[in-house]
């Protein structure tokens, strides 16, 4: 028998469909909120912004710059997920004055680790650290996806839109920040052609090598 969490993970699929009727609860927004804060990244750094729209004027407007694909009309909610454009020194420093206050570990065991991290991200060009910043927000994007199946919430991963006029149109460019994944949620239209469909897999047995 699929265990429970299986069965869940079986019952999420990227919705093409959305009812829009139906609205996500504060709570599971909340959920959503948390979910993305707690993720893991790298150094801790947390490199990334989520932008939430539930504006429906707004959310009409992303559709053509997402070659009309509905469910960023449909949806109960867009989430954004963002980079930031600029990893400076500040940025570090401002992580470690939160390691110090939020920990109170002190100055003097944190400074060496300051000091090395300023240093290591002097020597990465501008490119390495996009690069650097996207693998961490795509583990934020894999936590939400799998946190939606638990709850029970719809969404579909959505790299399918044109980053440089969202930024535009939602002002992220003004806020420092690039988007890199749109990510609609809400509840299934029982009209979804895709929400009975098998998934398609490689499957586990040529997935996964066994090295005993
Ligand atoms: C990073 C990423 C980007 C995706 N972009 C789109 C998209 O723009 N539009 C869409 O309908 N589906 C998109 N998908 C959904 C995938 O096609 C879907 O997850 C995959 O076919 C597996 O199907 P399932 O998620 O329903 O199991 C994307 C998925 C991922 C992970």
Not at 16 to 21: A, E, G
Not at 88 to 116: A, M, S, Y
């Amino acid at each position: 028998m699929a265990s429970r969490t299986i069965e869940k993970l079986q019952w999420r699929y990227a919705t093409k469909t959305f009812d829009s009727s139906k609205i996500l609860s504060e709570e599971k927004l909340n959920i959503l909120k948390e979910t993305f804060n707690l993720t893991a990244t790298s150094y801790g750094l947390q490199p990334l912004k989520l932008v939430v729209i539930s504006n429906s004027e707004l959310k009409t407007k992303l559709m053509p710059l997402t070659y009309n694909q509905p469910q960023v009309r449909d949806a109960s909610h867009v989430l954004i997920l963002c980079v930031e454009k600029n990893i400076n020194e500040n940025f570090i420093l401002e992580h470690f004055k939160r390691v110090e206050g939020q920990r109170n570990t002190p100055r003097k065991i944190l400074e060496p680790f300051e000091k090395n991290l300023i240093a290591s991200f002097t020597e990465k060009n501008s490119e390495e650290i996009k690069d650097w910043m996207v693998n961490q927000l795509y583990l934020t994007l894999g936590a939400l996806l799998t946190v939606c199946a638990v709850e029970e919430i719809d969404a579909c991963p959505m790299e399918g839109f044109e980053p440089k006029k969202y930024d535009k149109l939602i002002g992220l460019d003004k806020r420092g920040l690039e988007s890199v994944i749109a990510l609609p949620v809400g509840y299934r239209d029982e009209s979804d052609f895709f929400k009975d469909l098998k998934k398609v897999r490689r499957g586990v047995d040529e997935l996964i090598i066994e090295v005993n």
